[in-house]
């Protein structure tokens, strides 16, 4: 039986969102391959995950047998989300772009998640080789040759976090963009182009959460 971690991150409401669209029709097309199969869903935007602080962090750097009963509290969270991740067939990710960087709520989440000498910092992480898919959506373009591309810290910043030198996941992004343009004075020229990269995104996660699903049940 496979398992997905789906975990999206969009602070609007389904409907609203052009990320949490895109990782429903991964979703959707990844379920009708495994009916039968375990989803493991997070909302960090209804349900949030609390800032890592200071006792948990630490609890992160000190064998399990060793934590103080503060230290095993804190870093209950963390096992937990890290034990998701590594019990998990593939991931699904909707981190669209705010403020030029990934919102607050994933972050918190990777900062749990990243244990040193477990998920991350060592040559065999927990969760290494898992695929992994990243919709990563943008109100405006950054693409290479745009005029914001220096702008651009998303996709650079999950690279490293998720990827090689980090959890060591398997990535593919699916980058919708221009998804302002229906609603923002200035950019209604580039209407017909957000609905053609939006077009795309839904394509190309029907056809990655359909072939992923295969792969994985063969």
Not at 3 to 17: E, F, K, N, Q, R
Not at 66 to 88: I, V, Y
Not at 147 to 154: A, G
Request: proline share 7%; with cysteine; aromatic share 6%.
């Amino acid at each position: 039986m496979a398992t997905l971690l789906h975990i999206d991150t969009s602070v609007h409401p389904d409907g609203a969102s052009v990320s949490r669209s895109v990782t429903a029709s991964f979703r959707a097309a990844w379920e009708a391959q495994h009916p039968d199969g375990k989803v493991i869903y997070r909302d960090l935007n209804a349900d949030p995950i609390p800032h890592l602080e200071s006792v948990g962090a630490v609890a992160g750097f000190i064998p399990p047998q060793n934590h103080t009963p503060e230290q095993a509290a804190a870093f209950a969270l963390r096992d937990q989300l890290a034990t998701e991740l590594e019990q998990a067939d593939a991931v699904l990710i909707g981190a669209p772009m705010y403020n030029y960087t990934i919102p607050s709520t994933l972050k918190a989440w990777l900062d749990h998640v990243i244990i040193m000498g477990r998920t991350s910092g060592t040559e065999s992480p927990s969760a290494a080789g898992k695929p992994a898919t990243v919709v990563a959506s943008r109100g405006g373009g950054y693409g290479p040759g745009t005029p914001r591309e220096s702008f651009e810290f998303v996709l650079p910043y999950l690279e490293k976090v998720l990827g090689e030198g980090g959890f060591g996941l398997d990535l593919d992004f699916i980058v919708p963009e221009l998804t302002l343009a229906e609603s923002t004075p200035g950019m209604e020229h580039l209407i017909e182009a957000a609905k053609d990269s939006r077009a795309k995104a839904h394509e190309a996660a029907e056809s990655c959460g359909k072939a992923l699903a295969a792969r994985l049940a063969a």
